[in-house]
């Protein structure tokens, strides 16, 4: 089978390389991959940045957004040859600590969690992979052409999840929501905050084109001012801060309402300093009784949270977030970012184009 994999820790060039057929275990499925999400983590492990590869080797597949087809399940599991898949990407960390124990290794205290395609286990990016039954999640077969959207689904269903808990401290009624960042989890955040009921803006620097036209579908509204401008006038209860730009955060932090709560789900690059009042955002997020949160990856609960939110969303406007899906041998074009993609795919079967 073809295989799309990288070095990581250097920036040599990903490549296709043709490996063994994977065999499932006992416990497992195998999976005819079907598409693949393509995201920042996914360009900074190419650059180098970020990934570790397996033990003992150099190389890993890479792929975290996966979508696939079951090819073969254990008899007596949950699923069946056909089915519409996708595999979770992170495992509990061998000792395991108490939150790994608990399920919830999302939030993994001692970092020694595992993640497929990113963190020493081999990613989702082949024409065949198998997962664990236990770490695979059925999809409404609606959902065939975009469920490789399940993945960034499940970060921000976790990151609501999180929202709500943090409100629920005292009495909470938000109304308005301010997303930063009209990338793929943007606006998977505001389609989970429209489903809501809450008043949804978003706001990226682009002044038209296909994020534009996915807020208007959506019923949100699309800001392209600044974050103070905006955010000082709407005063949020909530922020969901997607671009990870230093500036954007902490003007974001710094215009929340009262109670309010900012999400931070963007993965910056370290190294890049700004000039911020330290004195006033600490006054205001006290006076205000303000949270600011992280939010990375998901557990099984919000698998089954996104799954929910897909299957309530408009399936033309989950379309419309995908702006180009390229076949796997022509890799090196979905690798390099566009100023108008929303959500890039690699498409591993015919099935999948
Ligand atoms: C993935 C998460 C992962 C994180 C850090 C993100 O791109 O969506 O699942 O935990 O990278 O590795």
Same mark, same amino acid.
């Not at 996708?86 to 595992?114: I, L, S, W």
């Not at 606006?187 to 008043?199: E, F, I, K, N």
């Given at each position: 089978?073809?295989?799309?994999?990288?070095?990581?820790?250097?920036?040599?060039?990903?490549?296709?390389?043709?490996?063994?057929?994977?065999?499932?275990?006992?416990?497992?499925?195998?999976?005819?991959?079907?598409?693949?999400?393509?995201?920042?983590?996914?360009?900074?492990?190419?650059?180098?940045?970020?990934?570790?590869?397996?033990?003992?080797?150099?190389?890993?597949?890479?792929?975290?957004?996966?979508?696939?087809?079951?090819?073969?399940?254990?008899?007596?599991?949950?699923?069946?040859?056909?089915?519409?898949?996708?595999?979770?990407?992170?495992?509990?960390?061998?000792?395991?600590?108490?939150?790994?124990?608990?399920?919830?290794?999302?939030?993994?205290?001692?970092?020694?969690?595992?993640?497929? $395609? *990113?963190?020493? #286990?081999? =990613?989702?990016?082949?024409?065949?992979? &198998?997962?664990?039954? @236990?770490?695979?999640?059925?999809?409404?077969?609606?959902?065939?052409?975009?469920?490789?959207?399940?993945?960034?689904?499940?970060?921000?269903?976790?990151?609501?999840?999180?929202?709500?808990?943090?409100?629920?401290?005292?009495?909470?009624?938000?109304?308005?929501?301010?997303?930063?960042?009209?990338?793929?989890?943007?606006?998977?955040?505001?389609?989970?905050?429209?489903?809501?009921?809450?008043?949804?803006?978003?706001?990226?620097?682009?002044?038209?084109?296909?994020?534009?036209?996915?807020?208007?579908?959506?019923?949100?509204?699309?800001?392209?001012?600044?974050?103070?401008?905006?955010?000082?006038?709407?005063?949020?209860?909530?922020?969901?801060?997607?671009?990870?730009?230093?500036?954007?955060?902490?003007?974001?932090?710094?215009?929340?309402?009262?109670? $309010? *709560?900012?999400? #931070?789900? =963007?993965?910056?690059?370290?190294?890049? &300093?700004?000039?911020? @009042?330290?004195?006033?955002?600490?006054?205001?997020?006290?006076?205000?009784?303000?949270?600011?949160?992280?939010?990375?990856?998901?557990?099984?609960?919000?698998?089954?949270?996104?799954?929910?939110?897909?299957?309530?969303?408009?399936?033309?406007?989950?379309?419309?977030?995908?702006?180009?899906?390229?076949?796997?041998?022509?890799?090196?074009?979905?690798?390099?970012?566009?100023?108008?993609?929303?959500?890039?795919?690699?498409?591993?079967?015919?099935?999948?184009?």
């Amino acid at each position: 089978m073809r295989a799309l994999t990288v070095q990581p820790g250097t920036a040599g060039p990903a490549r296709i390389d043709d490996l063994p057929d994977p065999v499932a275990g006992d416990h497992e499925l195998l999976v005819e991959g079907l598409a693949l999400g393509v995201c920042g983590t996914d360009r900074e492990i190419v650059a180098g940045g970020y990934g570790w590869a397996p033990p003992g080797r150099d190389r890993l597949i890479l792929g975290h957004e996966s979508l696939g087809r079951v090819r073969q399940a254990p008899s007596g599991s949950a699923f069946t040859a056909g089915d519409l898949v996708v595999g979770v990407v992170r495992r509990p960390d061998p000792v395991p600590c108490g939150a790994c124990a608990h399920g919830e290794f999302d939030m993994c205290r001692n970092g020694r969690y595992t993640e497929r $395609g *990113i963190k020493q #286990l081999d =990613g989702y990016a082949a024409e065949l992979w &198998t997962v664990e039954t @236990d770490y695979a999640v059925s999809l409404d077969s609606r959902l065939a052409d975009v469920g490789m959207l399940m993945e960034p689904t499940t970060v921000v269903a976790k990151a609501w999840e999180q929202i709500d808990r943090i409100g629920a401290r005292a009495w909470n009624e938000p109304k308005t929501v301010l997303v930063t960042g009209a990338g793929p989890i943007g606006l998977l955040a505001a389609l989970l905050g429209v489903q809501r009921g809450l008043d949804v803006h978003l706001l990226d620097r682009v002044t038209d084109g296909p994020k534009v036209g996915a807020v208007a579908a959506l019923g949100a509204t699309y800001h392209h001012d600044p974050v103070t401008d905006v955010a000082g006038k709407l005063r949020p209860d909530i922020v969901i801060e997607a671009t990870g730009a230093g500036s954007v955060v902490f003007d974001a932090i710094a215009n929340t309402g009262t109670y $309010g *709560i900012t999400c #931070l789900t =963007g993965v910056s690059t370290a190294g890049r &300093t700004i000039t911020i @009042d330290a004195g006033a955002d600490n006054r205001q997020l006290v006076l205000e009784n303000d949270v600011v949160v992280g939010s990375v990856n998901a557990n099984l609960r919000h698998y089954q949270l996104a799954a929910q939110a897909l299957a309530q969303a408009d399936l033309g406007w989950l379309h419309q977030l995908i702006t180009r899906r390229i076949p796997l041998e022509r890799f090196a074009d979905a690798l390099t970012a566009r100023p108008d993609d929303i959500k890039v795919v690699l498409t591993l079967t015919d099935q999948g184009r």
